[in-house]
């Protein structure tokens, strides 16, 4: 027995008698009326479809590598949060030791005006 070849106008016409044999409550039908334009498109452009499982690969892996790029991007935020946090706090507790030196020094002067004042 030899295989025929058959044509992508026959391929496409067997798969649309196929959807329409399947029905619209069938599990297939509805999945592949879905698909038919994507894969008569690669049909007629000598493509062959990508198989379901490497197209859930595919999507799997590209899921996985968002949550990896999202966890990164959110550690990394988390990161620069905590830097910023201590450095605002060194920068408050700079600028609170440089407050006190001035009202010391304030102080000083005052008390100092005061004594001239006084005599």
Known sequence: ?????????????????????????????????????????????????ASPADQFRAASEWRLDTERVCRQMRDEARLALDKAHATAGAITGAAELEAERIRGQVWQQLHQLQKELER
């Open 1 to 49: 027995m030899t295989a025929t070849t058959i044509s992508k106008t026959d391929e496409l016409a067997a798969l649309r008698q196929l959807i329409d044999h399947l029905g619209p409550e069938s599990y297939l039908g509805p999945w592949l009326a879905d698909a038919i334009d994507y894969l008569a498109a690669d049909i007629r452009a000598d493509i062959r479809p």
